[in-house]
């Protein structure tokens, strides 16, 4: 016998009967249970998830937050590696290179640009691409401003080890005694020429002395040159002194070394006189650094206080006619 049983209306007998479960009505009944029970269970499951996050979730989030937390901590380290670095190149500039009287390492060296592909690619289309971007843009900036640091650190060094070397060769002393400073006669810039009688310019410094005068290196160097002509510089002398640098003396009336010669500075290497394009007996001198003429005038920091520094550049400047 079955155990459900279902009452229906029978329309011949008009009575209600009580019959046991066919079949089908077995099968009715179990489809409509199951149906509410994967309703029941599914709506529960969506609840819950709503309500509460699953382990995995919780376990990601706390993932993210973990990277969130350790790229804002590169941040900062980055931030404190980019002013450390700032600070080096700073001190670079302004106290190893003027030390040794260079020129500040070229910012085109330490910022050269990324420029060209997008670096950051396969980084897009994330949350947090634009950090993650941010900070490798940063990571290789520093990058590559250490390795130019460490290139101007080589610099420096080959600064220093040549240092004294260099300090001997620069042409630092006026090239006759000039005590009381009478002897500037005329110096660099645009003179009148005493010869062609035109305004031209003057690339080096004019002492008058008389013929006779000693004539001194100024600087430690080589004697490249020793030249006796009836025009221009007349009998003169170049000599090279390393680092860039050379002077030329004009005019003499005597050389006393020849090329090739070691000099000193200080040392006697000829006497004043007037020969070649000259007017009068005196002493035509030039400086040139790489190749270019400079003023020699900011050359004599080794001999000159800076008053009598200023009282020679204001004499330069008062003549207007050059000896040639
Ligand atoms: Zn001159």
New binding site residues.
């Given amino acids: 016998m079955s155990k459900f049983k279902k009452s229906l209306f029978n329309p011949e007998t008009l009575q209600i009967e009580v019959v046991p479960y066919s079949v089908v009505d077995y099968v009715w009944w179990s489809l409509r249970n199951v149906g509410w029970i994967v309703l029941v269970g599914t709506g529960s499951v969506l609840l819950f998830d709503i309500a509460f996050d699953s382990p995995k979730d919780r376990a990601q989030a706390r993932e993210i937050a973990f990277l969130e937390g350790q790229v804002l901590s590169f941040e900062n380290d980055i931030h404190e590696i980019e002013g450390v670095l700032e600070n080096i190149e700073v001190r670079d500039d302004a106290i190893y290179r003027t030390l040794f009287g260079t020129d500040p390492y070229p910012e085109y060296r330490r910022n050269p640009g990324i420029g060209g592909a997008d670096r950051n690619r396969v980084l897009r289309g994330y949350e947090h691409t634009e950090d993650v971007a941010n900070l490798s843009v940063r990571v290789s900036e520093v990058q590559r401003r250490l390795v130019a640091q460490s290139r101007s650190f080589d610099e420096v060094m080959e600064l220093a080890t040549t240092h004294e070397e260099r300090l001997h060769s620069i042409p630092a002393i006026q090239p006759v005694r000039n005590d009381d400073l009478k002897r500037m006669a005329?110096g660099w810039g645009n003179r009148f020429h005493p010869i062609y009688k035109v305004m031209k310019f003057?690339y080096?410094m004019?002492f008058s002395a008389p013929t006779g005068t000693e004539i001194f290196a100024t600087g430690d160097g080589v004697v490249v040159k020793v030249r006796r002509s009836y025009t221009g510089y007349g009998r003169h002398i170049v000599i090279r002194h390393g680092f860039g640098y050379e002077t030329l003396y004009a005019h003499m009336s005597k050389t006393l070394v020849s090329k090739g010669q070691k000099v000193k500075r200080g040392e006697t290497i000829g006497l004043v006189g007037n020969t070649g394009t000259s007017v009068a007996p005196h002493l035509?001198y030039e400086v040139s650094k790489d190749g270019k003429k400079v003023n020699p005038a900011h050359y004599y920091f080794n001999d000159l206080s800076p008053e009598q520094y200023e009282l020679l550049l204001q004499n330069a400047e008062v003549a207007h006619q050059?000896?040639?």
């Fill in positions: 005329s003057h080096g004019d035509h050059s000896f040639d």
